[in-house]
């Protein structure tokens, strides 16, 4: 059962590399480390993920049984689990931008990364990563952010001055991801990805997309099985595993 046992911080370093530190030993499985401050967050491709106080930041330890083939699919079927939460909890519509970003009104109110050990083409364990703007001040982190590459904008769940606590948030997050693992349990990848596609917000929309390699341009047509972005540029499709999605303004 996902969150039975929590370790809570009031400051930590990061979640995710306590996680890592931990997610070998297999009682850890399904364990959340939740912090109200980070020092060193992280983000994808190592970035650096400013955490305030009044975030929701944690990582979730697991140890799947589900095949090494989900490994880039979880990290999005996870995005579409707190989507799900948020609007369960506060009836806000939120959209996703692939491949882990959540989205209100176009700017990013969370994101996600998974870390994963595969040994003998067996995942050992994933940790989960997620980071939510639960009620922060979008200004003060723009002005951090705003030169970081693809920034896009960033929002807060909550205002400032609203009394909500975070608790039911996490709640719903923790059951409706308990859900996606039991559908990827299950091979039922499909509803998965139909609902992903429903909250998608490039889907059917021309983009681009930024890639180690460089930035590529096309419309996307729909994510494959593992979690890759399938594009089209003129009569060629490609796959994409990693990148970031830049939506024309």
Known sequence: MVGKRVYYFDTIDSTQNFAIKIAPNPIENGVVVISQKQTRGRGRFGRKWLSPQ?????????????????????????????????????????????????????????????????????????????????QVNPKQLEKSLKKTENFYGITSLIDKNENQSPILLVQNFLNELENIIELLNKEKRKIIIKNWTKKSSSIGKNITISTYSGKLNGKAIKLDDDGALVIKNNKNTQRILAGDVIHPT
Do not use: C, R
């Open 54 to 134: 009044g975030g929701i930041w944690l990582s979730i330890v697991l140890h799947p049984t589900f095949d090494i083939s989900v490994t880039t699919l979880f990290p999005i079927a996870a995005s579409l689990a707190l989507a799900n939460a948020i609007e369960k909890t506060f009836q806000i519509d939120s959209k996703l931008k692939w491949p882990n970003d959540v989205t209100i009104k176009g700017k990013k109110v969370a994101g996600m990364l998974v870390d994963a050990s595969v040994e003998s083409n067996k995942i050992e364990y994933l940790v989960l990563g997620v980071g939510i703007n639960f």
